[in-house]
């Protein structure tokens, strides 16, 4: 079968390429506002570049057609952790992609707790193994998207001890993103 995505519309289009391309991580971004903590989930969320190290993440509008809170802090602020979400947090993503007025904190209403990490950046999820700390390094315009698409530049890696050893290997427990569902404790083979 192939499908042409302009016959579709762009709810249908999104549960091709969610149930296509996975699993996606998770970024669980925290991003500090004029109101205060913010928290938010985002699984069009990928790699670029090792040098620079830079992640993208891809952002939508709001149901207002504006900015969602975690692009507008970002771009007032420059700066973004970023929580890998892993199986033991797994439950407690959905709650936090509620749309909350602007200055109200998932966490702080979740009763997700945050940790300090390195000083500048917002606070990691305290019970994140690994977390990403960032600047704001571009911001595309993608033609004819609504999306704001952003490269954030790693600053530093945090990793909990028991998950990195001398040799920076890295043993995480990452759930993915398929369509609206989740993949947990998924096998690691060899490669
Ligand atoms: C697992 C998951 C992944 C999501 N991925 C994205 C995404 O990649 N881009 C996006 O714009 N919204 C995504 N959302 C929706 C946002 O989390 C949601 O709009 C949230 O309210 C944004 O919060 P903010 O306004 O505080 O930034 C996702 C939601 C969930 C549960």
């Not at 990195?164 to 398929?178: F, M, P, Q, S, T």
């Amino acid at each position: 079968m192939i499908i042409d995505p302009e016959a579709l519309d762009v709810t249908t289009v999104y549960k091709l390429m969610s149930n296509t391309i996975f699993p996606r991580p998770i970024a669980w971004i925290s991003t500090e506002g004029e109101g205060g903590l913010n928290l938010a989930p985002f699984s069009y969320f990928i790699p670029v570049s090792s040098n620079p190290p830079c992640v993208m993440v891809s952002i939508g509008p709001n149901e207002e057609g504006g900015l969602k809170d975690t692009a507008k802090n970002i771009l007032l602020h420059g700066k973004a952790t970023i929580s890998l979400a892993d199986d033991a947090n797994a439950g407690r993503i959905d709650a936090t992609a509620e749309a909350l007025p602007y200055g109200e904190s998932e966490a702080e209403k979740f009763g997700i707790s945050m940790a300090p990490t390195v000083q500048g950046y917002p606070p990691r999820v305290a019970d994140a193994k690994a977390a990403l700390l960032c600047s704001l390094h571009q911001e595309v315009a993608l033609s004819g998207s609504e999306q704001n698409i952003l490269f954030l530049k790693i600053d530093a890696f945090y990793y909990a001890d028991d998950v990195i050893d001398e040799r920076h290997n890295v043993r995480l427990h990452n759930i993915g993103r398929v369509g609206r569902d989740y993949l947990v404790d998924s096998k690691r083979i060899k490669g």
